[in-house]
């Protein structure tokens, strides 16, 4: 047992490391075919670039350690670069800087460079996403004292970390630059090569690290969601929430029909990952915070797909005193809200955002403009003849309508299919969903087997949950039962005897809707490293 336990752990580590080995020799041969490209198309560049990335790797190798990874200090007036593109904005072209311009420094990564002739170098260099040109004279620095020397700019390449010292200049080109007045600085070099701005999807999406450090586009992706994520704070915190944190981890499952992730405690206690906030944020409820909210990460032992990760962030918010209609209305108020300040930010997405953009804020004529309303059960009821919520009766429909189904699927899952196929692709625009069956909500308000509830579906995909909260702890026990019968929460029961005022509660995954602003096609494109199985290739 122990020895197929070390060959298997053994074949895992070799089979990694083969993998490693084989991107790694994937982006060599691409970085070699990129500098060859290079060579061919821009001539003057070859005499800058006279090392191959090997070549180079093995003279930086022979440098002290302290060139390559030096104690970062200053040799000038730091400054950041969007302040030198911001102060020295109107400064116009002359032959060259005089000492009325006070010496700068910027640091850095190089993205781009290109040579001009024997001497001259030029440096794309960018700090937070703000790009300045650098420009360096080998010939005039080369009168440099012996003790500022650095490392040879022949050296340096597309992805190192520099610190430059100039002057403020503005090209003949026009192009606002820094005249180098002393010699450019490595701070940290790239020792791997990184891909081709033109590879294939398959090769960005190897190493999640990689894709980040050479592609802008990735980069934008994760700055829309921390803005969108701050919008929706914004709103809900300007209209009276309260944002806190609840435990991701406890002895209960806690508040979604989901299979957790289970863990256990030094003791042996066993403990899960939560897989919803729901019923943390109904206790705050009932001990009389009537609004409040959190955005944090959720955790369910399912599939990976294109919208689907086992961690995922949401935000849910609970709200004493909120009908059905107010949770509707606040809805449509906060995603016009963020959809219209995250297209003044991030304006290159605003075709994206046009479904939610209120009315006075659209550009173009857009067929999803209006918010529509379809009732579930009546829907259903113009397919289906004789409508009822019987097992057998359903399974039959999902045959007839060759909808895939198990045949362990409870009343709730084969509602949820049939809805898959009858309602979700007329839920174009945005639209409210509304009364289901009480079976298909057991935590939500009912009337007349109907519960108080609604979903929003853009582009025939789910984005909110929201409905009237139950707030009977008998009734709550029963349909907790129903829920999950194994483990009904006695806690959360428990604790609504204190009394829950009657409470509206809404749900949204972040990660779907920042698919939707930026037009991401997989729930990975929007996660910092991706979804699980690239996590698990880093």
């Given at each position: 047992?122990?020895?197929?336990?070390?060959?298997?752990?053994?074949?895992?580590?070799?089979?990694?490391?083969?993998?490693?080995?084989?991107?790694?020799?994937?982006?060599?041969?691409?970085?070699?075919?990129?500098?060859?490209?290079?060579?061919?198309?821009?001539?003057?560049?070859?005499?800058?670039?006279?090392?191959?990335?090997?070549?180079?790797?093995?003279?930086?190798?022979?440098?002290?350690?302290?060139?390559?990874?030096?104690?970062?200090?200053?040799?000038?007036?730091?400054?950041?670069?969007?302040?030198?593109?911001?102060?020295?904005?109107?400064?116009?072209?002359?032959?060259?800087?005089?000492?009325?311009?006070?010496?700068?420094?910027?640091?850095?990564?190089?993205?781009?460079?290109?040579?001009?002739?024997?001497?001259?170098?030029?440096?794309?260099?960018?700090?937070?996403?703000?790009?300045?040109?650098?420009?360096?004279?080998?010939?005039?620095?080369?009168?440099?004292?012996?003790?500022?020397?650095?490392?040879?700019?022949?050296?340096?390449?597309?992805?190192?970390?520099?610190?430059?010292?100039?002057?403020?200049?503005?090209?003949?080109?026009?192009?606002?630059?820094?005249?180098?007045?002393?010699?450019?600085?490595?701070?940290?070099?790239?020792?791997?090569?990184?891909?081709?701005?033109?590879?294939?999807?398959?090769?960005?999406?190897?190493?999640?690290?990689?894709?980040?450090?050479?592609?802008?586009?990735?980069?934008?992706?994760?700055?829309?969601?921390?803005?969108?994520?701050?919008?929706?704070?914004?709103?809900?915190?300007?209209?009276?929430?309260?944002?806190?944190?609840?435990?991701?981890?406890?002895?209960?499952?806690?508040?979604?029909?989901?299979?957790?992730?289970?863990?256990?405690?030094?003791?042996?206690?066993?403990?899960?990952?939560?897989?919803?906030?729901?019923?943390?944020?109904?206790?705050?409820?009932?001990?009389?915070?009537?609004?409040?909210?959190?955005?944090?990460?959720?955790?369910?032992?399912?599939?990976?797909?294109?919208?689907?990760?086992?961690?995922?962030?949401?935000?849910?918010?609970?709200?004493?005193?909120?009908?059905?209609?107010?949770?509707?209305?606040?809805?449509?108020?906060?995603?016009?809200?963020?959809?219209?300040?995250?297209?003044?930010?991030?304006?290159?997405?605003?075709?994206?955002?046009?479904?939610?953009?209120?009315?006075?804020?659209?550009?173009?004529?857009?067929?999803?403009?209006?918010?529509?309303?379809?009732?579930?059960?009546?829907?259903?009821?113009?397919?289906?003849?004789?409508?009822?919520?019987?097992?057998?009766?359903?399974?039959?429909?999902?045959?007839?309508?060759?909808?895939?189904?198990?045949?362990e699927d409870s009343v709730d899952k084969l509602l949820d299919r049939l809805g898959a196929h009858f309602i979700e692709p007329k839920c174009i625009s945005p639209t409210f969903v509304i009364r289901h069956p009480s079976v298909m909500a057991p935590l939500a308000k009912e009337s007349q087997g109907l519960s108080h509830r609604f979903e929003l579906y853009i582009n025939g995909r789910e984005y909110v949950n929201a409905y009237e909260e139950e707030n009977d702890p008998e009734v709550q026990l029963t349909k907790l039962k129903i829920q999950d019968p194994s483990v009904p929460d006695q806690a959360f029961v428990d604790a609504l005897k204190w009394g829950l005022p009657p409470t509206g509660?809404?749900?949204?995954?972040?990660?779907?809707?920042?698919?939707?602003?930026?037009?991401?096609?997989?729930?990975?494109?929007?996660?910092?490293?991706?979804?699980?199985?690239?996590?698990?290739?880093?």
């Amino acid at each position: 047992m122990l020895a197929a336990s070390v060959k298997l752990n053994f074949l895992r580590y070799t089979t990694t490391i083969c993998s490693r080995r084989c991107f790694h020799n994937s982006l060599l041969s691409l970085s070699d075919a990129t500098d060859t490209s290079a060579k061919k198309n821009r001539h003057k560049r070859a005499k800058q670039l006279q090392y191959t990335f090997e070549e180079r790797n093995k003279l930086l190798a022979e440098l002290p350690r302290e060139k390559l990874y030096p104690v970062i200090s200053s040799r000038a007036t730091v400054k950041h670069i969007q302040e030198v593109l911001q102060q020295y904005n109107d400064i116009e072209h002359i032959s060259e800087p005089g000492s009325e311009i006070p010496e700068l420094e910027i640091r850095g990564r190089i993205i781009g460079l290109r040579a001009a002739g024997k001497n001259l170098a030029f440096y794309d260099v960018v700090e937070n996403e703000q790009k300045i040109q650098v420009v360096s004279n080998a010939k005039k620095l080369s009168e440099i004292a012996e003790s500022e020397e650095e490392v040879d700019t022949n050296l340096l390449r597309i992805g190192d970390s520099i610190a430059a010292v100039g002057r403020p200049w503005r090209t003949k080109a026009g192009e606002l630059s820094i005249l180098c007045s002393r010699n450019i600085r490595l701070l940290s070099p790239t020792l791997l090569p990184l891909p081709d701005e033109n590879a294939s999807k398959v090769i960005r999406k190897h190493n999640r690290v990689a894709e980040l450090k050479t592609f802008k586009d990735a980069r934008k992706i994760l700055q829309a969601r921390a803005y969108i994520i701050q919008l929706i704070s914004q709103y809900l915190i300007e209209n009276d929430f309260l944002p806190v944190q609840t435990p991701q981890i406890s002895t209960q499952k806690g508040g979604a029909t989901a299979r957790p992730f289970r863990t256990e405690m030094s003791d042996g206690t066993e403990m899960f990952l939560r897989v919803a906030p729901e019923l943390w944020l109904k206790r705050l409820v009932i001990g009389g915070i009537d609004r409040v909210f959190e955005v944090g990460n959720c955790y369910r032992n399912e599939g990976i797909d294109a919208t689907h990760n086992p961690e995922f962030t949401t935000c849910e918010f609970y709200a004493a005193f909120f009908s059905l209609q107010d949770l509707i209305k606040i809805t449509q108020n906060l995603l016009e809200f963020v959809a219209s300040r995250f297209v003044e930010k991030f304006p290159e997405f605003e075709s994206n955002c046009q479904v939610l953009l209120p009315e006075a804020h659209k550009k173009t004529e857009c067929s999803s403009s209006s918010w529509k309303v379809i009732d579930f059960t009546e829907e259903l009821k113009l397919h289906l003849t004789n409508f009822r919520l019987e097992k057998e009766y359903l399974q039959t429909q999902c045959k007839e309508f060759d909808i895939i189904f198990n045949k362990e699927d409870s009343v709730d899952k084969l509602l949820d299919r049939l809805g898959a196929h009858f309602i979700e692709p007329k839920c174009i625009s945005p639209t409210f969903v509304i009364r289901h069956p009480s079976v298909m909500a057991p935590l939500a308000k009912e009337s007349q087997g109907l519960s108080h509830r609604f979903e929003l579906y853009i582009n025939g995909r789910e984005y909110v949950n929201a409905y009237e909260e139950e707030n009977d702890p008998e009734v709550q026990l029963t349909k907790l039962k129903i829920q999950d019968p194994s483990v009904p929460d006695q806690a959360f029961v428990d604790a609504l005897k204190w009394g829950l005022p009657p409470t509206g509660g809404w749900g949204m995954g972040i990660d779907r809707l920042v698919m939707l602003l930026t037009n991401s096609e997989r729930i990975g494109d929007v996660l910092a490293f991706g979804d699980l199985m690239q996590v698990q290739r880093l």
